[in-house]
């Protein structure tokens, strides 16, 4: 199943959210859909209370439409045809080990 992005910002209350493997029902250890980025299939663990997109760029490629948009989480993401291609980008939620982080 391909993972898209919308076309222009909604708010975390209407997204699905994630299925728990097995199960196919909600997994309900998570936070609240508002409490929690629309980015959390892809490994974003921010509490952004309510996310939004940002169109950075589009333009045509010979292989499609591409477009970079950027969370309200600080994450940016590279969709190919609609579809999430890379993650360019998360936000840094750990402490760095090269500023004296664990």
Same mark, same amino acid.
């Given at each position: 199943? !391909?993972?898209?992005?919308? $076309?222009? !910002?909604?708010?975390?209350?209407?997204?699905?959210?994630?299925? =728990?493997?097995?199960?196919?029902?909600?997994?309900?250890?998570?936070? !609240?859909?508002?409490? =929690?980025? !629309?980015?959390?299939?892809? /490994? @974003?663990?921010?509490?952004?209370?309510?996310?939004?997109? =940002?169109?950075?760029?589009?333009?045509?490629?010979?292989?499609?439409?591409?477009?970079?948009?950027?969370?309200? @989480?600080?994450?940016?993401?590279?969709?190919?045809? /609609?579809?999430?291609?890379?993650?360019?980008?998360?936000?840094?939620?750990?402490?760095? $080990? =090269?500023?004296?982080?664990?």
């Amino acid at each position: 199943m !391909p993972n898209t992005l919308p $076309s222009s !910002p909604v708010s975390a209350e209407e997204s699905e959210p994630p299925l =728990r493997s097995g199960t196919g029902t909600g997994d309900t250890t998570l936070p !609240p859909t508002a409490e =929690r980025c !629309p980015l959390l299939a892809w /490994g @974003c663990t921010s509490t952004t209370s309510t996310p939004t997109w =940002r169109l950075l760029s589009a333009h045509s490629t010979s292989n499609g439409e591409v477009e970079y948009c950027k969370c309200s @989480c600080n994450a940016v993401v590279m969709l190919c045809q /609609g579809e999430v291609a890379a993650l360019t980008a998360l936000p840094d939620t750990e402490p760095d $080990s =090269r500023d004296g982080g664990e």
